[in-house]
C-alpha cells in the first residue's frame, strides 16, 4: 500500500488533495465502493419489483472510506442519489473484514454485514457494537471500547453457569447476554467470546448454532446486555439484525446412507458466504473397523466435507466426547466457508481410534488417524 509510511495526517490530506482532483486514492478500494453501489441499485430494484486468532482491524481503511465518501459527497462531485447511496456503503476496514476468518470477512468484504455503530456511555466508559452478522447459523457481534487504558477488554469469567466474573479491573467486560423480541435469550450450541488478537479495546462475541431465531423472520431486533467491571449501570443496546440471505443455499436432502446396523440422514445442509452448517440424524452402532479392536476402539461419527474440487472445509469445533463408539443421534455442527459455491459436496463419515487409556491415535504430523467407510459416502447436489 503506497501509504504505508504516512502519518494518519499525511494520509487525510493526501485524501483531501485526491479528492479535489477528482481521483480516488487507492483503486482497490474505488473498485470496492463502486461494487457494493451497484450491487444496492440491483437489490433496491429487485425489491420494488417484487414489492417487498484474529487479526488486527485496518483503521487507515476505514478512516479511507469515510473521509472519502465525506469529501466526495460534500464537493458535489456526484450526483445526490449516488451520495445517498454511497452514505450508505458498510465502512472498510470494520472488525469483520479484518479477522482471521474467511467466512466472515468474505461476508463484511460482499457488504452483506450490518455496521449499526451505536454506543452508550456509563462512568467514564463507551461501549459500541459496532459490527453484526448473522446468518441463520451464527450471530456474530463486534464490540469497541474507549475511556479504560488496559489493553485487556474481557474480565476473567468466574462462574460461566450465573456468568460471574472477576470486578477488580475497572472497564473489563463480563459475559454478553444476547436477547430476542420475545425476551428470551438466544439459544445455541457454542460459543466464542474473546479479545481480537492484537487489537486493544475491541472484543468478538460469536453465538454458533443459533437454534430459536427463525420464527423472528429475516430481520429483527435483538437486546444486547453487558455488564462492566465497577460499572453500577449495564451497557444495554437494541440492535437491529438482518440475515443474509443473498448467496445463501438452504437445502433439505433428506438422504440416508447405511452400513450394518448404523445409518445417518443428512436433513439439512446450509451453505452462506459466512458458514457451512449441516444437521444429521443417525440411529444404530457406530462402525468398527478390524483395527478398532482389542485395546483398539472407535470414536464418535465425524462428517468430513468436501467440495466438487475435492477440497475439505474444516469444522469450528473439533472436540470429541471421550467415550468409544458413542452413538449421538443428532449432530448440528458447523463448517467453514466455501471459497466459492461448490456444484456439489461430499459427505464422507469416519472415526477416530482410542487406545486402552482413551487417548487418539496420531499419525508421524501429530494429525488424527482416520477411518472412512466408503459406503456410507453420499453426494449432495447444490446447483
Same mark, same amino acid.
Given at each position: 500500500?503506497?501509504?504505508?509510511?504516512?502519518?494518519?495526517e499525511?494520509?487525510?490530506?493526501?485524501?483531501?488533495?485526491?479528492?479535489q482532483?477528482?481521483?480516488?486514492?487507492?483503486?482497490?478500494?474505488?473498485?470496492?465502493i463502486?461494487?457494493?453501489?451497484?450491487?444496492?441499485?440491483?437489490?433496491?430494484?429487485?425489491?420494488?419489483?417484487?414489492?417487498?486468532?484474529?487479526y488486527?482491524?485496518?483503521l487507515?481503511?476505514?478512516?479511507?472510506?469515510?473521509?472519502?465518501?465525506?469529501l466526495?459527497?460534500g464537493?458535489?462531485?456526484?450526483?445526490?442519489?449516488?451520495?445517498?447511496?454511497?452514505?450508505?456503503?458498510?465502512?472498510?476496514?470494520?472488525?469483520f473484514?479484518?479477522?482471521?476468518?474467511?467466512?466472515?470477512?468474505?461476508?463484511?468484504?460482499?457488504?452483506?454485514?450490518?455496521?449499526?455503530?451505536?454506543?452508550?456511555?456509563?462512568?467514564?466508559?463507551?461501549?459500541?457494537?459496532?459490527?453484526?452478522?448473522?446468518?441463520?447459523?451464527?450471530?456474530?457481534?463486534?464490540?469497541?471500547?474507549?475511556?479504560?487504558?488496559?489493553?485487556?477488554?474481557?474480565?476473567?469469567?468466574?462462574?460461566?453457569?450465573?456468568?460471574?466474573?472477576?470486578?477488580?479491573?475497572?472497564?473489563?467486560?463480563?459475559?454478553?447476554?444476547?436477547? !430476542?423480541?420475545?425476551? *428470551?435469550?438466544?439459544?445455541?450450541? =457454542?460459543?466464542?467470546?474473546?479479545?481480537?488478537?492484537?487489537? #486493544?479495546? &475491541?472484543?468478538?462475541?460469536?453465538?454458533?448454532?443459533?437454534?430459536?431465531?427463525?420464527?423472528?423472520?429475516?430481520?429483527?431486533?435483538?437486546?444486547?446486555?453487558?455488564?462492566?467491571?465497577?460499572?453500577?449501570?449495564?451497557?444495554?443496546?437494541?440492535?437491529?439484525?438482518?440475515?443474509?440471505?443473498?448467496?445463501?443455499?438452504?437445502?433439505?436432502?433428506?438422504?440416508?446412507?447405511?452400513?450394518?446396523?448404523?445409518?445417518?440422514?443428512?436433513?439439512?445442509l446450509?451453505?452462506?458466504?459466512?458458514?457451512?452448517?449441516?444437521?444429521?440424524?443417525?440411529?444404530?452402532?457406530?462402525?468398527?473397523?478390524?483395527?478398532?479392536?482389542?485395546?483398539?476402539s472407535?470414536?464418535?461419527?465425524?462428517?468430513?466435507?468436501?467440495d466438487?474440487?475435492?477440497?475439505?472445509?474444516?469444522?469450528?469445533?473439533?472436540?470429541?466426547?471421550?467415550?468409544?463408539a458413542?452413538?449421538? !443421534?443428532?449432530?448440528? *455442527?458447523?463448517?467453514?466457508?466455501? =471459497?466459492?459455491?461448490?456444484?456439489?459436496?461430499?459427505?464422507? #463419515?469416519? &472415526?477416530?481410534?482410542?487406545?486402552?487409556?482413551?487417548?487418539?491415535?496420531?499419525?508421524?504430523?501429530?494429525?488424527?488417524?482416520?477411518?472412512?467407510?466408503?459406503?456410507?459416502?453420499?453426494?449432495i447436489?447444490?446447483?
Open positions: 500500500m503506497k501509504w504505508q509510511n504516512q502519518t494518519e499525511q494520509r487525510l490530506q493526501q485524501i483531501a488533495e485526491t479528492v482532483s477528482h481521483e480516488m486514492p487507492i483503486t482497490s478500494y474505488s473498485d470496492q463502486m461494487n457494493r453501489i451497484e450491487k444496492m441499485e440491483v437489490q433496491g430494484n429487485r425489491r420494488k419489483n417484487t414489492n417487498s486468532r484474529l488486527k482491524k485496518t487507515i481503511a476505514a478512516c479511507t472510506a469515510a473521509v472519502v465518501g465525506t466526495i459527497i464537493t458535489g462531485l456526484i450526483p445526490p442519489a449516488w451520495a445517498d447511496k454511497l452514505s450508505q456503503v458498510p465502512i472498510l476496514g470494520s472488525i473484514s479484518s479477522l482471521d476468518d474467511p467466512g466472515l470477512k468474505n461476508a463484511a468484504e460482499k457488504g452483506l454485514t450490518t455496521n449499526p455503530d451505536v454506543s452508550i456511555t456509563h462512568d467514564g466508559v463507551t461501549l459500541k457494537i459496532s459490527d453484526v452478522m448473522y446468518d441463520g447459523t451464527r450471530l456474530v457481534l463486534g464490540f469497541e471500547r474507549e475511556g479504560i487504558q488496559n489493553d485487556l477488554v474481557m474480565a476473567k469469567i468466574t462462574n460461566f453457569r450465573n456468568n460471574d466474573f472477576d470486578q477488580s479491573v475497572k472497564g473489563l467486560l463480563g459475559m454478553p447476554v444476547v436477547k !430476542l423480541p420475545n425476551g *428470551k435469550e438466544v439459544k445455541f450450541g =457454542s460459543s466464542r467470546t474473546g479479545d481480537i488478537y492484537g487489537q #486493544p479495546n &475491541t472484543l468478538l462475541l460469536e453465538l454458533n448454532e443459533v437454534q430459536n431465531t427463525e420464527e423472528f423472520g429475516d430481520e429483527f431486533e435483538v437486546s444486547v446486555s453487558v455488564p462492566v467491571a465497577q460499572v453500577e449501570e449495564a451497557f444495554v443496546f437494541q440492535i437491529p439484525v438482518k440475515k443474509v440471505t443473498e448467496e445463501a443455499i438452504r437445502l433439505t436432502p433428506d438422504q440416508t446412507k447405511s452400513r450394518g446396523t448404523f445409518s445417518y440422514t443428512v436433513k439439512n446450509d451453505i452462506t458466504p459466512a458458514t457451512t452448517r449441516i444437521v444429521i440424524n443417525s440411529t444404530g452402532e457406530v462402525p468398527v473397523s478390524p483395527e478398532q479392536t482389542g485395546e483398539y472407535p470414536t464418535e461419527m465425524f462428517y468430513q466435507i468436501e466438487d474440487q475435492g477440497n475439505i472445509i474444516e469444522p469450528y469445533n473439533r472436540g470429541y466426547n471421550l467415550y468409544p458413542i452413538p449421538l !443421534l443428532i449432530v448440528d *455442527k458447523i463448517y467453514a466457508a466455501f =471459497s466459492e459455491t461448490p456444484k456439489y459436496v461430499t459427505i464422507k #463419515p469416519y &472415526t477416530c481410534t482410542f487406545d486402552k487409556d482413551l487417548n487418539l491415535l496420531k499419525d508421524a504430523d501429530g494429525q488424527r488417524i482416520k477411518t472412512f467407510y466408503k459406503e456410507l459416502e453420499q453426494t447436489q447444490i446447483q
